[in-house]
C-alpha cells in the first residue's frame, strides 16, 4: 500500500506561483507512475500531469503546458508541481496519485490517492 500527503496548496494572486508536493510512503518510489489531478468546484476531476515509470517522460494536459512542471525527488519519495503563470481557472483541489500504467492520463489508471490541496487563484 502507498500513502500519498500533498501540501503547498494555499492562495495566489494571478500571475503567482505555487509548488505543490507528495510524499510517498513506498520504497519502491520509481516503480509507479506519478500523477498530478484537480477538481474544481461543481467540475469533474481532470488530468493535470504525469511521470511515467517507464522512462520518467512528462506529459501535461493541454490548459497547464509552459506553466507546470512536474518533477520528483527520489531520495525524499516525493513529487512536485511547480505551478507558475497561475489562473483564475486554475482553482481547485489538486490531488496526487499513483499507479502501475506506464502512460494513463485518466483517473482510472491510479490506484493510490492523496487527500488534496486546496489552490485558490485570484483575479
Known amino acids: 500500500q502507498v500513502q500519498l500527503v500533498e501540501s503547498g496548496g494555499g492562495l495566489v494572486q494571478a500571475g503567482g506561483s505555487l509548488r505543490l508536493s507528495c510524499a510517498a510512503s513506498?520504497?519502491?518510489?520509481?516503480?509507479?507512475?506519478w500523477g498530478w489531478f484537480r477538481q474544481a468546484p461543481g467540475k469533474e476531476r481532470e488530468f493535470v500531469a504525469f511521470?511515467?515509470?517507464?522512462?520518467?517522460?512528462?506529459y501535461y494536459a493541454d490548459p497547464v503546458k509552459g506553466r507546470f512542471t512536474l518533477s520528483r525527488d527520489n531520495a525524499k519519495n516525493t513529487v512536485y508541481l511547480q505551478m507558475n503563470s497561475l489562473k483564475p481557472e486554475d482553482t481547485a483541489v489538486y490531488y496526487c496519485?499513483?499507479?502501475?500504467?506506464?502512460?494513463?492520463?485518466?483517473?482510472?489508471?491510479?490506484?493510490?490517492w492523496g487527500q488534496g490541496t486546496q489552490v485558490t487563484v485570484s483575479s
Open positions: 511521470v511515467s515509470r517507464s522512462d520518467g517522460s512528462l
Open positions: 513506498t520504497r519502491i518510489f520509481n516503480w509507479y507512475t
Open positions: 496519485a499513483a499507479g502501475s500504467s506506464a502512460w494513463s492520463t485518466s483517473q482510472d489508471a491510479y490506484d493510490y
